[in-house]
């Protein structure tokens, strides 16, 4: 079984920026591909953006490039979001995902391993 813990979530103003955390308790990490997803009141979860098992290929949501950066650390266990400009419409519960596969993908329904969620609230 694998938990996975975020962390780094809050309040910003439009124009700042955060740094998401989630830490992962599987032995697998470092071959587990790791994703990001939001969910927005109302709306459904979508793609923020994935890492393959080492790190060198990573995959991002149109509205997200460019300002956002996924990056992993395998000997610590833990995947990245760094979040720069942020925008009200960023605004949503972020969760972290692992899938067994070491490949990223961009659908939800390929991960196996699910976070809690961290609330990230950008006022504008």
């Known amino acids: 079984q694998v938990q996975l813990v975020e962390s780094g979530g809050g309040l910003v103003q439009a124009g700042g920026s955060l740094r998401l955390s989630c830490a992962s308790s599987g032995r697998t990490f470092s071959a587990n591909a790791m994703g990001w997803f939001r969910q927005a009141p109302g709306k459904e979860r979508e793609f923020v953006a994935a890492?393959?098992?080492?790190?060198?290929?990573?995959y991002y949501a149109d509205s997200v490039k460019g300002r956002f950066t996924i990056s992993r650390d395998n000997a610590k266990n833990t995947v990245y979001l760094q979040m720069n400009s942020l925008k009200p419409e960023d605004t949503a519960v972020y969760y972290c995902?692992?899938?067994?596969?070491?490949?990223?993908?961009?659908?939800?329904?390929?991960?196996?391993?699910w976070g809690q969620g961290t609330q990230v609230t950008v006022s504008s």
């Open positions: 995902a692992a899938r067994f596969s070491g490949y990223g993908s961009r659908s939800k329904n390929e991960y196996d391993y």
């Open positions: 890492v393959n098992w080492s790190g060198t290929s990573t």
